[in-house]
């Protein structure tokens, strides 16, 4: 049974900077693609970043520039570097293993944007 754990939300400036966190348990960590995705409040998730499990990376155009995901498969975790953060970044974010069928989603952690 696949689970994961997102941690790292919080409330941040415009601006400013986060780093969330998605421990995973249950899979081969380090074979996996995993994927970091954002939902807006009233809006369907999306994809954020996805990193494969040699580190190709992959971004949205939204955060490019902005955004580094990474992992580190002897901790079975991956993570979202959140830098330049803007108002629109505000939402829930949750990490998935890709390619698997149900998706497996974590609770999500909370990034609140606010001056």
């Known amino acids: 049974q696949v689970q994961l754990v997102e941690s790292g939300g919080g409330l941040v400036q415009p601006g400013g900077s986060l780093r969330l966190s998605c421990e995973v348990s249950g899979i081969i960590f380090s074979i996996n693609v995993m994927g970091w995705y954002h939902q807006a409040p009233g809006k369907e998730r999306e994809l954020v970043a996805r990193i494969t499990g040699r580190g190709a990376a992959t971004y949205a155009d939204s955060v490019k520039g902005r955004f580094t995901i990474s992992r580190d498969n002897s901790k079975n975790t991956v993570y979202l570097q959140m830098n330049s953060v803007k108002f629109e970044d505000a939402g829930v974010y949750y990490c998935?293993?890709?390619?698997?069928?149900?998706?497996?989603w974590g609770q999500g952690t909370q990034v609140t944007v606010s001056s």
């Open positions: 998935t293993v890709e390619y698997l069928y149900p998706a497996p």
